[in-house]
């Protein structure tokens, strides 16, 4: 019996994924939620100190394990020759120019992030390894196999989506040959039609605007572009100097030299206000937010015409512009969307071990219809046990109970952490790992930041809504599992709900149903039928900077260091005083 293990292997947001012989994924989760460090940048995806435990928990005795990794044996050998020749000696990096190049980012960071790649497909397993003598039972180490990059995004992109047929859209900031990639996805297998080759990059291109703006693309500040960018005005100059880094020709996308770029960037920094390094540049994010749609525009156009599907799958980091996917059903030819719950190089994990079981079993398909982002860890309540000899504020309630209680306490305007379940796979609190807030009141936003979240003002909060709600609050609704796109309230509605309504009239929605989290789709219609609104403000249980928590000592530390009023971790609950 074999079971397949993926490691997402790039030099940020590595992650893990274990799958059954029969493609069930079993586990997937990022290597930040357990380190607790941010997109857990140059850290291994499967931490020796937790392996034993995993193959213990999902992997059966004497089962034979394969590993498979995100970059390909080609592209891994070449990083070996290049690392070989001395090209990613400090030294060789020290001496190269830290100006811009042709990919938007300084020529010596670029070779410093290729060197950490390289580093990061050589110790790809260590960890795994580690973990088989922890756990003995006699499971075998079967090998380890290397699969393209865009490959890997475009087999879980496609693998988890509710279609037999589509085209697959794969862009991100760097690639094996360049930073994007089309195919048709037809009958449960990936047929490649165009690999754009070279330094150009749309990930990069945004994320060169994320530093002119005043934020920090090493930090994954991108998404407070698309925050920023509605308080911002369309300035026909800076758009102007933007547009000479890319030259859209119908269909066809090529970009600026490197002389050109730093030119424009110059020119931009010098335009910079003052203040934002503090406040942010918010005429530079709405520009900048315009110009990625003129250029994913180009691509969506691209695979439609060449693949003639109706139906798109994005996967790469630039499918996390939720901006952006909201206006793309009925343009270009293109009647259905589907972005998975982690689109970026941590859903890579799940894609190799695919790859890897396709390679094993060529008649396996991926099963179409939902595909469930509750993949990660579930929290021990043995804390919160241990708590009720001191704490008289801590009760259990059983899950109906917790769920009234909470529903309550949201209808008051307060606070509260809700911890159900497994973790997410992705990026994005969808109900299990949440702080959750009443939407009416007009201040919610400004008490969460404040209380919680400590972060800019102008970034926006999710609603969760029941999902046969949805038309009646969205302009031409589509369905969102997993808070992959941004869609326009109706009118009538926004004033009802102010906090979770951006400046711009949209909202970054999750639709929520019984079949794909019961228990939070029960609390929001408990909340309903309290208030009237079908929908809760919905953000993730962190504060700025840390990643989602991953223990129920996490909560807890939150819930007494914080603001929050009230945490539930599955049927406990904790309270502060006047709760």
């Not at 060197?115 to 050589?122: F, G, P, T, V």
């Not at 754009?196 to 500040?221: C, I, K, M, P, Y």
């Not at 709900?497 to 400046?503: N, Q, R, S």
């Not at 928590?549 to 006047?578: N, Q, R, S």
Request: charged share 25%.
């Amino acid at each position: 019996m074999r079971y397949y293990i993926g490691l997402a292997t790039t030099f940020h947001d590595p992650a893990l994924a274990i799958v059954a012989p029969d493609g069930e994924v079993l586990f997937a989760e990022a290597a930040e939620r357990f380190l607790q460090y941010k997109r857990a940048p140059n850290c291994e995806p499967d931490p020796a100190m937790r392996m034993g435990s995993l193959l213990r928990r999902w992997i059966p005795e004497n089962a034979e394990i394969v590993l498979a990794t995100s970059w390909s044996e080609e592209f891994s050998s070449f990083l070996d020759g290049s690392a070989r020749s001395g090209a990613f000696d400090l030294p060789a990096l020290a001496a190269l120019s830290p100006e811009l190049n042709r990919s938007f980012v300084p020529e010596r960071s670029e070779r410093a992030l290729i060197a950490s790649l390289q580093l990061q497909q050589r110790r790809a397993g260590l960890g795994t390894l580690l973990g088989l003598d922890r756990a003995g039972g006699g499971r075998r180490f079967a090998g380890i196999r290397r699969y393209a990059h865009h490959l890997t995004h475009a087999t879980y992109a496609c693998g988890s989506s509710p279609f037999d047929e589509a085209a697959c859209l794969v862009v991100d900031g760097m690639g094996e040959t360049g930073a994007a990639a089309l195919f048709a996805y037809e009958g449960g297998r990936l047929r490649e039609l165009k690999r754009h080759r070279g330094r150009g990059s749309v990930g990069f291109f945004f994320g060169l605007v994320t530093d002119l703006a005043g934020f920090d693309q090493a930090a994954g500040e991108e998404w407070k572009i698309m925050g920023l960018a509605p308080y911002g005005r369309s300035d026909p100059e800076l758009m102007a100097l933007l547009r000479r880094l890319y030259r859209i020709e119908g269909t066809r996308l090529t970009f600026a030299d490197g002389d050109t770029i730093r030119a424009v960037a110059a020119e931009l920094l010098a335009r910079r206000p003052a203040d934002a390094g503090t406040v942010g540049w918010a005429d530079l994010s709405r520009c900048g937010q315009d110009a990625f749609e003129e250029l994913m525009g180009a691509y969506v156009a691209e695979v439609r015409a060449l693949s003639g599907s109706e139906n798109l799958v994005l996967g790469g980091g630039c499918a996390l512009n939720s901006s952006f996917n909201g206006k793309i059903v009925g343009r270009h030819g293109f009647a259905q969307l589907h972005v998975p719950s982690a689109p970026a190089d941590d859903g890579n994990a799940i894609g190799a071990a695919w790859l890897a079981l396709a390679e094993d079993d060529p008649a396996w398909r991926p099963r179409r219809g939902p595909a469930t982002p509750y993949l990660g860890s579930a929290v021990s309540t043995e804390p919160l046990e241990r708590m009720t000899a001191w704490e008289p504020r801590l009760r259990k309630l059983g899950h109906e109970g917790a769920i009234v209680a909470a529903a309550d306490i949201l209808a008051e305007g307060k606070l509260v952490g809700w911890v159900q379940g497994r973790a997410e796979f992705g990026p994005r609190a969808l109900g299990n790992r949440s702080i959750l807030a009443d939407p009416r009141p007009a201040d919610a936003k400004d008490l969460l930041n404040a209380k919680v979240k400590y972060r800019e003002a102008f970034r926006p909060f999710a609603p969760s809504i029941l999902a046969e709600h949805g038309p009646d609050w969205f302009e031409g609704y589509q369905d969102s599992p997993y808070m992959e796109r941004t869609l326009r309230w109706r009118e009538e509605g926004r004033h009802r709900v102010p906090a979770v309504v951006h400046e711009d009239g949209t909202g970054r929605l999750q639709s929520v149903t019984a079949e794909r989290n019961p228990l939070y789709a029960a609390l929001i219609g408990a909340f309903a039928a309290r208030t009237g609104v079908p929908i809760l403000l919905n953000t993730s249980f962190n504060v700025m900077g840390k990643p989602i928590l991953h223990t129920a000592e996490d909560a807890i530390l939150m819930f007494y260091t914080t603001g929050l009023d009230a945490i539930v971790v599955e049927d406990w609950l904790l309270t502060k005083d006047g709760c």
